[in-house]
């Protein structure tokens, strides 16, 4: 177990390595679990209203092809309790929730599978899938004796994968706020008033003002709660 730990971290913290190489690697690590099929996904919750999300993974192109020209991201029900819960799901375990989405993925061979969330400060959310198709079961001893491995690799995909894959969406780069305004902003996350803000840092409140409008600028919002929430979600008050 530390043995293969120590060369998934090798390989996968490579920075020379692209998204490709890297998922390759996870695909290996996936077929040496017992599973054919392999999936990770990203979903960036930028911009507001509209999230990003990146997929890669080795289905068969025409689930692929239906699952995107049905929109099936929206009702899956791995990547629904995913978004909720880093706890791991096996797909059978909510097969009553959208049956016929589960009859449509089992005849494209994909019936038996597994999903791992990550979820991370700036509001991004991973999820690594392993599946297979053909009659075996995900048994519980199969479970007991590669769980940890499996939840690993969903970890360690997250961490190899998200700087990747982040690269390919519309960025949010560039966003130099100083030091002052992520106070601000922090205190206004805190739900406190301009005055109050003021009488905290000692400044006056029209300056309060004049850094959450230079705020509201770099981060292309309208307002200072949209500002908050931007902000947050990009890590930047961290």
Same mark, same amino acid.
């Given at each position: 177990?530390?043995?293969?730990?120590? &060369?998934?971290?090798? !390989? *996968?913290?490579?920075?020379?390595?692209?998204?490709?190489?890297? $998922? %390759?690697?996870?695909?290996?690590?996936?077929?040496?679990?017992?599973?054919q099929f392999v999936s990770y996904g990203i979903r960036v919750p930028l911009p507001a209203g509209r999230p990003q999300v990146l997929?890669?993974?080795?289905?068969?192109?025409?689930?692929? &092809?239906?699952?995107?020209?049905?929109?099936?991201?929206?009702? &899956?029900?791995?990547?629904?309790?995913?978004?909720?819960?880093?706890?791991?799901? *096996?797909?059978?375990?909510?097969?009553?929730? #959208?049956?016929? $989405?589960?009859?449509?993925?089992?005849?494209? @061979? +994909?019936?038996?599978?597994?999903?791992?969330?990550?979820? @991370?400060?700036?509001?991004?959310?991973?999820?690594? %899938?392993?599946?297979?198709?053909?009659?075996?079961?995900?048994?519980?001893?199969? *479970? /007991?004796?590669? +769980?940890?491995?499996?939840?690993?690799?969903?970890?360690?995909?997250?961490? #190899?994968?998200?700087?990747?894959?982040?690269?390919?969406?519309?960025?949010?780069?560039?966003?130099?706020?100083?030091?002052?305004?992520? /106070?601000?902003?922090?205190?206004?996350?805190?739900?406190?008033?301009?005055?109050?803000?003021?009488?905290?840092?000692?400044?006056?409140?029209?300056?309060?003002? $004049?850094?959450?409008?230079?705020?509201?600028?770099? !981060?292309?919002?309208?307002?200072?709660?949209?500002?908050?929430?931007?902000?947050?979600? +990009?890590? !930047? !008050?961290?």
């Amino acid at each position: 177990m530390i043995g293969w730990q120590e &060369d998934m971290l090798g !390989l *996968l913290n490579n920075e020379s390595l692209s998204k490709e190489e890297v $998922f %390759t690697a996870i695909q290996q690590a996936g077929k040496q679990l017992g599973f054919q099929f392999v999936s990770y996904g990203i979903r960036v919750p930028l911009p507001a209203g509209r999230p990003q999300v990146l997929i890669l993974e080795n289905y068969p192109k025409a689930w692929m &092809d239906r699952y995107v020209s049905r929109k099936y991201v929206e009702i &899956d029900p791995s990547v629904i309790h995913g978004s909720r819960s880093q706890a791991p799901v *096996l797909w059978k375990q909510t097969w009553e929730q #959208a049956p016929e $989405f589960w009859e449509d993925a089992a005849g494209h @061979d +994909l019936k038996h599978g597994w999903a791992q969330s990550t979820l @991370d400060g700036t509001g991004a959310a991973g999820l690594l %899938t392993l599946a297979r198709g053909g009659a075996q079961e995900i048994t519980r001893k199969e *479970l /007991e004796q590669n +769980l940890v491995r499996m939840r690993w690799l969903g970890c360690l995909a997250h961490l #190899a994968l998200q700087k990747r894959l982040r690269s390919a969406l519309p960025k949010a780069h560039g966003i130099n706020l100083t030091a002052r305004e992520v /106070e601000i902003l922090k205190w206004s996350a805190a739900g406190k008033t301009y005055d109050v803000t003021a009488s905290i840092l000692n400044i006056t409140s029209e300056t309060v003002r $004049f850094h959450l409008r230079n705020s509201c600028r770099k !981060l292309k919002c309208f307002n200072k709660t949209q500002a908050v929430a931007h902000a947050s979600m +990009l890590g !930047l !008050l961290s």
